[in-house]
T-cell receptor, first 110, second 115 residues
Framework: DAKTTQPPSMDCAEGRAANLPCNHS???????VYWYRQIHSQGPQYIIH???NNETNEMASLIITEDRKSSTLILPHATLRDTAVYYC???????????FGSGTKLNVKP | DTEVTQTPKHLVMGMTNKKSLKCEQH?????MYWYKQKAKKPPELMFV???????INESVPSRFSPECPNSSLLNLHLHALQPEDSALYLC??????????????FGDGTRLSIL
């Protein structure tokens, strides 16, 4: 599975969009990109996943570049409750393992 | 609210004790996972069960013994643990046995402290 690289921390003002980048330059054709977040003292929470098209759900949007070597998770209107560690993971079709990278600590400030 | 339930939420045990962690899901998922997470570190995979059979063991010491009695239940039996085994133990489940793109769903974990 491809490895991912994320900035260790980011700040965002409450109410503004939070854009979290992830680099996965060694991703292969059948690997999906997944995003999870972990709020303190809780288990990782699934946010969204995608292959090559942009995806949107009630929580966030996922933008994947055309070459698929990087992606951005967008929280459109960040709230204080979005403060968490955000993990970007890539996983192939015939593979059971999630390898978590170091993640990005998002600090949403009032 | 998580659909994967882990008990107990907290556990303190001595190095000579035997205890078990329990994980339950009722989503009809056929793959279940144990992860270990040390403080300020990402989760690390320990075991994967697929259709109630152990499919992956990430070279975990034998003092950790997993068990999957049925498709909804996953246990982790602990014996003779070391202080460095103190961590958050997370359980997860997913719909398929690995072929597919369905995400894993996590419980909130058991925080284990070894005295």
């Amino acid at each position: 599975d491809a490895k991912t690289t994320q900035p260790p921390s980011m700040d965002c003002a409450e109410g503004r969009a939070a854009n979290l980048p992830c680099n996965h330059s060694t991703i292969s054709g059948n690997e999906y990109v997944y995003w999870y977040r972990q709020i303190h003292s809780q288990g990782p929470q699934y946010i969204i996943h995608g292959l090559k098209n942009n995806e949107t759900n009630e929580m966030a949007s996922l933008i994947i570049t055309e070459d698929r070597k990087s992606s951005t998770l967008i929280l459109p209107h960040a709230t204080l409750r979005d403060t968490a560690v955000y993990y970007c993971i890539v996983k192939g079709y015939n593979f059971n393992k999630f390898y978590f990278g170091s993640g990005t600590k998002l600090n949403v400030k009032p | 609210d998580t659909e994967v339930t882990q008990t107990p939420k907290h556990l303190v045990m001595g190095m000579t004790n035997k205890k078990s962690l329990k994980c339950e899901q009722h989503m009809g998922h056929r793959a279940m996972y144990w992860y270990k997470q040390k403080a300020k570190k990402p989760p690390e995979l320990m075991f994967v069960y697929s259709y109630e059979k152990l499919s992956i063991n990430e070279s975990v010491p034998s003092r950790f013994s997993p068990e999957c009695p049925n498709s909804s239940l996953l246990n982790l039996h602990l014996h003779a643990l070391q202080p460095e085994d103190s961590a958050l133990y997370l359980c997860a489940s997913s719909q398929d046995e690995g072929r597919g793109y369905q995400p894993q769903h996590f419980g909130d974990g058991t925080r284990l402290s070894i005295l």
